[in-house]
């Protein structure tokens, strides 16, 4: 049986945790992964992180699903300086675009060189999801 395909988009950083960082200038948009949205299945809440200063690896809020709530976390330290507000009244945006319209926050990292060395590139990433899905 073949395994399910997940998009890894190439220029974004992974978590173990199925977040995913995208350095846009000064700045990262995060969101959480393919793998993760369909892991969900139909998102139907995101609390959204509160403005302010955040610790990698801190819970910024759940994404809510037909089936489950699941924490998300910040891939880095910083300050959640915009959230995507669209997602309150389209929560399925990340099932939709996961690496588009449904992301869920920016940050203003404060250690990013430091902590981008801890997130997996895409190739990285999709072999670890593979690793979880042979199991």
Known sequence: MKSQEYS????FYYTRDHEWLKVE???CRIGVTDYAQKSLHEVVFVDLPKLGKVSRAESLGTVESVKAVSD?????SGEVVEVNEALENRPDLINLSPYGDGW???IK????E????ELMNSKVYSEFLRSLTAK
């Open 8 to 11: 890894t988009p190439d220029g």
């Open 25 to 27: 200038g000064d700045v």
């Open 72 to 76: 998300y976390f910040a891939p880095v």
């Open 104 to 106: 869920i926050a920016i």
């Open 109 to 112: 990292p404060s250690a990013l």
């Open 114 to 117: 430091a902590e981008l060395v």
